[in-house]
């Protein structure tokens, strides 16, 4: 029996695939639970359209993140911070740092998570930040920290 999957399913397939499964698997499982639908000419050709969209869609979002990134990537973001004596930091200096001086310097709304040091901030200097734009594109920031 030919079905296709409306959400994911476990070792069955993901969201959108058109699937051969057993009868008794589709018949009893897969349709009354509203997992899949029968692959009928009609929903076929709808899945298809769908499918279609979600495509253009994706390289749309792929060609927007590419851009934010190479904006990104020209930045330098300056985080002011308190040292001692002996020129090491009070506190560290995290990924919610740079995501807030974003914010402040740059009017730019990035999410504290998809921003990981590449190395431990010690001290005043130039440092570097990855940022995560879209699961398959990165940017590299420069993070400098100067003494408060």
Same mark, same amino acid.
């Given at each position: 029996?030919?079905?296709?999957?409306?959400?994911?399913?476990? !070792? @069955?397939?993901?969201? =959108?695939?058109?699937?051969?499964?057993?009868? %008794?698997?589709?018949?009893?499982?897969? #349709?009354? $639970?509203?997992?899949?639908?029968?692959?009928?000419?009609?929903?076929?050709?709808?899945?298809?359209?769908?499918?279609?969209?979600?495509?253009?869609?994706?390289?749309?979002?792929?060609?927007?993140?590419?851009?934010?990134?190479?904006?990104?990537?020209?930045?330098t973001?300056?985080?002011?911070? !308190? @040292?001692g004596?002996? =020129?090491?930091l009070?506190?560290?200096?995290? %990924?919610?740092?740079?995501?807030?001086? #974003?914010? $402040?310097?740059?009017?730019?709304?990035?999410d504290?998570?998809?921003?990981?040091?590449k190395?431990?901030?010690?001290?005043?200097?130039?440092?570097?930040?990855?940022?995560?734009?879209?699961?398959?594109?990165?940017?590299?920031?420069?993070?400098?920290?100067?003494?408060?």
């Amino acid at each position: 029996m030919k079905v296709i999957l409306l959400q994911d399913v476990k !070792k @069955v397939g993901n969201k =959108g695939d058109i699937v051969e499964v057993s009868e %008794g698997y589709g018949r009893n499982f897969l #349709l009354p $639970k509203k997992f899949a639908q029968e692959a009928t000419a009609e929903n076929l050709n709808v899945a298809k359209a769908k499918a279609g969209s979600a495509a253009r869609k994706k390289a749309q979002d792929n060609d927007e993140a590419k851009l934010m990134a190479a904006q990104l990537a020209k930045l330098t973001v300056k985080i002011p911070v !308190k @040292v001692g004596a002996n =020129g090491r930091l009070f506190g560290s200096v995290t %990924g919610k740092d740079v995501s807030d001086v #974003l914010k $402040k310097q740059h009017n730019i709304d990035m999410d504290k998570r998809k921003i990981a040091l590449k190395s431990e901030i010690t001290g005043p200097g130039l440092y570097e930040a990855v940022i995560k734009v879209h699961p398959e594109i990165t940017s590299t920031i420069k993070v400098e920290v100067v003494a408060n």
